[in-house]
């Protein structure tokens, strides 16, 4: 399974990031789930459109 690391405001620090099966069917069309979860803590992370990761909270409006 594909992993990353990326720093988790639930640990406070670097943490290993795992992709859980995709249940949204993200992945039904060839694509790729933006969904990722800490793989200490189990925070949720979506990926943004730029592939970078987004924190709940911090949206802007345009
Ligand atoms: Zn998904
Ligand atoms: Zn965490």
């Given at each position: 399974m594909d992993s990353q690391l990326w720093h988790c405001s639930d640990c406070g620090d670097e943490r290993e990031f795992v992709q859980p099966p995709c249940v949204d069917g993200?992945?039904?069309?060839?694509?790729?789930?933006?969904?990722?979860?800490?793989?200490?803590?189990?925070?949720?992370?979506?990926?943004?459109?730029?592939?970078?990761?987004?924190?709940?909270?911090?949206r802007h409006a345009a």
């Amino acid at each position: 399974m594909d992993s990353q690391l990326w720093h988790c405001s639930d640990c406070g620090d670097e943490r290993e990031f795992v992709q859980p099966p995709c249940v949204d069917g993200h992945t039904e069309d060839g694509g790729e789930c933006p969904e990722w979860a800490c793989a200490d803590c189990g925070a949720a992370l979506v990926l943004g459109v730029v592939g970078v990761p987004e924190v709940h909270g911090l949206r802007h409006a345009a």
